[in-house]
């Protein structure tokens, strides 16, 4: 039972690092969004830099490993 919890623990977190970095790379900021009052658009889309790329290399696989 303790082995199922942490890979759903694992799958979560992986998930939720991957929604969170694409919403960043085509949306942007989303607190800056939030204070402009739009959530959608994607002309702020912020590039990320040579370290977060090699990241979600290794990170993106992970959600469907797990």
């Known amino acids: 039972m303790k082995q199922r919890q942490l890979l759903t ?3 979560l977190v992986s ?3 991957t929604i969170g970095s694409l ?3 085509y ?6 969004n939030m204070y402009l ?10 590039a ?3 370290l977060c ?3 979600r290399i290794c990170m993106f ?3 469907f490993i797990s």
Request: glycine residues 8%.
């Open 37 to 46: 009052g739009d959530l959608r658009n994607p002309l702020r889309g912020i």
């Open 48 to 50: 990320p830099c040579a």
């Open 15 to 17: 998930l939720l690092a």
């Open 23 to 25: 919403y960043i790379s």
């Open 53 to 55: 790329r090699y990241t």
């Open 9 to 11: 623990l694992i799958f």
């Open 61 to 63: 696989p992970v959600v």
């Open 27 to 32: 949306f942007g900021d989303p607190r800056n």
